[in-house]
């Protein structure tokens, strides 16, 4: 089992920017395909982002292309979401999942996740 704890979360403006950051522990980082999620009040669960163990293929939500980046570093045990030109829709509580295998879009297959961190855009 692995432990993630996400940070960098909190109040933006719209048109700022964001960086969320996960670490991880307890399993070998780096055999891990790691996926960002997000979950706003009373909608479900929400694919925004997913890297390959090794940090050579990535896969992003098409609605949100060209404004989210993620990457990681496998040295610190830490993967990261970088976010840009942020709207008031992108309030969400956003979380950090690990899976061993091949990277993937689809929440049920990844076996950890950290207790999400809060991001609120303010328009």
């Known amino acids: 089992q692995v432990q993630l704890v996400e940070s960098g979360g909190g109040l933006v403006q719209a048109g700022g920017s964001l960086r969320l950051s996960c670490a991880a522990s307890?399993?070998?980082?780096?055999?891990?395909?790691m996926g960002w999620f997000r979950q706003a009040p009373g909608k479900e669960r929400e694919f925004v982002a997913a890297?390959?163990?090794?940090?050579?293929?990535?896969e992003y939500a098409d609605s949100l292309k060209g404004r989210v980046t993620i990457s990681r570093e496998n040295a610190n045990n830490t993967v990261y979401l970088q976010m840009n030109s942020l709207k008031p829709e992108d309030t969400a509580v956003y979380l950090c999942a690990a899976r061993g295998g091949y990277l993937s879009v689809y929440s049920e297959s990844y076996t950890s996740w950290g207790q999400g961190i809060q991001v609120t855009v303010s328009s």
């Open positions: 890297i390959s163990w090794s940090g050579s293929r990535t």
């Open positions: 307890g399993r070998t980082f780096s055999n891990l395909a």
